[in-house]
């Protein structure tokens, strides 16, 4: 745990951005201007302004948002502990700031108070914690520590590679990158599709249809503050994934203040670096996800335990502060996602609790379990009243199933732990695949992405640990801490998950750390003696790795004219989601032609949107497609946990699809969107439905009429007033 700080009588009260900071943003817009002109069509010029524009729409609710975040820490201010530097002082309150709003959005969200009254409770609450972050501090209220020297300015020019591919990448509307994650499904089918339905709903709530809201879904609830705040669910995505990459930000900002406080300002600028370079960082921060608040948590965490020398016993309330920050930060990314509970929560608790005095640890870790119950509580209470258990969808078969059967509960189970069967030498395979060659050699998955999201961060991880660990005097107090930590998350990894490279990616932040260490112990002993300059290189380097890996996304185009294009949906929302194609089809002064091209050019979601193009009103039914995102009439989808209406039809009429199609149009559905490829992986994972066997996907769509299919394959179907001339034939139970 920190020492308490020394103070200066003549330090000032107010809070001033670094240069260093200033230097490694204008770096990273830079690149990221530089990055737009290396993509494929539209015309560079365009993007580049696309992406100015972009930036101001996407960055200002993400934050305004932040700024509310640092009123509510500054009204937190007085359960953290003093730090021993200032910096360190304002980014943990911060960064508590941010749980704590969005457990404020979560709690507002599940009684139906944050987007009533057209946002004006969002921006209500808004607009009054910005008010706060804003008000006159007195001295008092301040962090007291010092800093150490500060880092130039130059150095934050490191930083820019990285920070430049992020913000690009932060920019383009959802679906079109990254290639890892099959063009940001999970924000699709999850992280922005369900603040969207609660949006539309009124109130978050368990869906029936979608597993996912059973989560704390606290990153959630923030987007759906965002979403208040922009009045258009659609036009929030771009916020929040804004809001994402500064959080990725202000992790690396930690880690660099906490490394400074350790290691020297070397090691500062190679710790966030070295964080913010990782391609996985990049990725995960530049979509709607969850990992970069997980990070920013983890980040913070450790530097309120990691010490610069012991607490001494007699300092009662420091180490309450400690736990009550710690418990606050645990649960903010547990809320964030729920495997945090193992990856984040546990180590920070165990390194708090090893770093208090003796006789005062189970303290720690009672008043840390205290501090995070309100934040979870209201998920908790949600969860029992709507699935019977507090925790659904996780620990379906133990403490309840919710009302799935025992086939989804059995199935859900074998998606998110280790495949069946495998032993260490599984395990062994999945650490070398997943950790330390991800993305170099021969794919052991092929069709599957496979690109260096790691880089060589966990290789030179182990040689940083062993470095770190031969100095006596970091050895127990800063380096075994990390070393656990890394260790207790790898073995959770291995022991409770299905071993997929991205459930690791918190642990850049302990081993950005390591890294860290090891090299302010190299350069102390001369070898070598690199210093700040060196460092800049270094990380300078490093950040090219997922500006490379950006570049190669989203090739268009055959043979020697095939080109990336990763910037090419920068801002295009409106684009993407089919809207600008709708809109365009309405000049009454488009000729037949030209209407013909731009429908070969228009996404799926601009026919199943707009009845004049398919003469169907009416809802839709999404089958095997569940990124429900862009859906803007009446419709239905089902993650495929929860099997859907085609699998309730298919049971109550087994073998029979005219009544399929029958009982389909009396409930008001007119059209099918129908994804046989994704239906095909779902199917080969033993994750679709057995009652859905390839033979009843056919006669389904034999009973419905063809209108389009798409080069992504997916398929557009009516459901016709009548069965078709040629029925299909009846397919056995």
């Known amino acids: 745990m920190p020492s308490p700080p020394r103070t200066s009588a ?56 932040l700024i509310a975040a640092c009123g509510l820490g500054r009204l937190a201010r007085p359960l953290i502990p003093a730090l021993p530097t200032r910096s360190e002082g304002h980014l943990v309150s911060l960064t508590v700031g941010v749980a704590l709003l969005m457990a404020v959005d979560s709690l507002l969200g599940r009684i139906g108070l944050l987007t009533t009254a057209g946002g004006a409770v969002a921006w209500s609450v808004t607009a009054t914690l910005a008010l706060v972050a804003a008000w006159p501090r007195r001295r008092s209220a301040e962090p007291t520590g010092v800093d150490a020297p500060r880092l130039p300015w130059w150095a934050g020019l490191g930083l820019a590679p ?36 609660w949006f539309e709903l009124g109130a978050m709530a368990p869906l029936a249809h979608n597993a996912y809201s059973g989560l704390p879904s606290h990153v959630e609830a923030s987007t759906l503050h965002l979403m208040a705040l922009v009045r258009d669910p659609l036009h929030a995505a771009l916020p929040a994934q804004a809001l994402q990459a500064c959080l990725a930000g202000l992790a690396a900002a930690i880690l660099a203040t906490t490394a400074k406080r350790l290691f020297g300002l070397a090691a500062a600028i190679l710790a966030a670096g070295v964080f913010i370079g990782t391609p996985w960082t990049v990725v995960t921060g530049s979509l709607a996800y969850n990992e970069a608040t997980v990070a920013a948590m983890f980040a913070a965490g450790l530097a309120v335990v990691l010490p610069m020398r012991p607490t001494p016993p ?176 790898l073995g959770f990894w291995l022991a409770f998950t299905h071993m ?60 020697a004219d095939r080109v990336g294009a990763p910037a090419a949906a920068t801002g295009q929302i409106e684009a993407v989601s089919g809207r600008l194609h709708r809109r365009l089809l309405r000049d009454p002064g488009l000729d037949r032609d030209a209407k013909s091209e731009l429908l070969a050019t228009a996404p799926i979601w601009t026919f199943v949107n707009d009845p004049t ?50 009982r ?27 009652q859905l066997d390839a033979g009843t996907i056919d006669a389904f769509r034999g009973a419905l009429v063809p209108l389009r299919r798409f080069s992504s394959g997916v398929e557009l179907l009516e459901i016709p007033d009548r069965p078709p001339r040629n029925p299909p034939r009846e397919t056995s139970p």
Request: charged share 15%.
């Open 10 to 65: 003549g330090s000032s009260p107010g809070i001033a951005i670094p240069p260093v900071a200033v230097a490694a943003v204008a770096g990273g817009v830079a690149i990221s201007w530089l990055l737009a002109g290396r993509t494929g069509p539209p015309p560079a010029a365009a993007l580049r302004t696309e992406l100015l524009w972009s930036l101001a729409v996407a960055y200002a609710p993400a934050a305004i948002w």
């Open 162 to 197: 990285a920070l430049g591919t992020m913000l690009i990448a932060s920019l383009a509307a959802p679906g079109w990158l990254w290639s890892s994650e099959f063009g940001g499904y999970d924000s699709l089918s999850y992280h922005l599709l369900l603040p969207r339905e």
């Open 314 to 489: 007699a300092e009662h309330e420091q180490i309450r502060r400690v736990a009550i920050t710690v418990g606050i930060l645990a649960a903010g990314a547990v809320a964030a996602k729920a495997t945090s509970i193992a990856l984040v929560a546990l180590p920070l608790g165990l390194v708090a609790m090893a770093g208090a005095p003796r006789g005062r640890r189970l303290v720690v870790g009672g008043f840390a379990a205290m501090a995070a119950l309100p934040l979870l509580l209201p998920w908790l209470v949600h969860n029992t009243a709507e699935f019977g258990q507090p925790f659904f969808p996780l620990l379906a078969g133990t403490l309840g199933g919710g009302g799935w059967s025992e086939a989804q509960i059995e199935v859900f189970r074998a998606a998110h732990g280790p495949p069946p069967g495998v032993g260490l030498v599984g395990r062994a395979t999945a650490v070398f695949d997943e950790l330390l060659r991800h993305g170099l050699g021969e794919n052991p998955l092929p069709g599957e992405p496979w690109r260096p999201w790691w880089g060589l961060l966990w290789p030179l991880g182990v040689v940083a640990a062993i470095v770190a660990m031969r100095r006596p005097d970091r050895r127990l107090a800063i380096a075994l801490p990390l070393c656990g930590a890394v260790m207790l998350m």
């Open 500 to 559: 997929e490279s991205r459930f690791l990616a918190p642990a850049a932040v302990p081993l950005a750390l390591l890294l860290a260490a090891a090299w302010s112990s190299a350069e102390a002993k001369g070898s070598p003696r690199g210093g700040v300059g060196a460092a800049v290189l270094v990380v300078a380097v490093w950040g090219l790795l997922p500006a490379a890996i950006l570049l190669r996304e989203r090739p268009l185009g055959e043979g």
């Open 613 to 662: 193009l398919t003469g169907r009103d009416g809802r839709v039914l999404l089958v095997g497609e569940s990124r429900a995102f862009y859906l803007d009439r009446p419709g239905e989808y089902a993650s495929v946990w929860n099997r859907g209406r085609l699998s309730e039809l298919v049971r109550a009429d087994p073998g029979d699809p005219e009544a399929w199609r029958r």
């Open 664 to 690: 389909l149009r009396e409930a008001g559905f007119t059209l099918v969107v129908l994804d046989e490829s994704m239906i095909d992986r779902w199917r080969r994972d033993g994750w679709w439905d057995e």
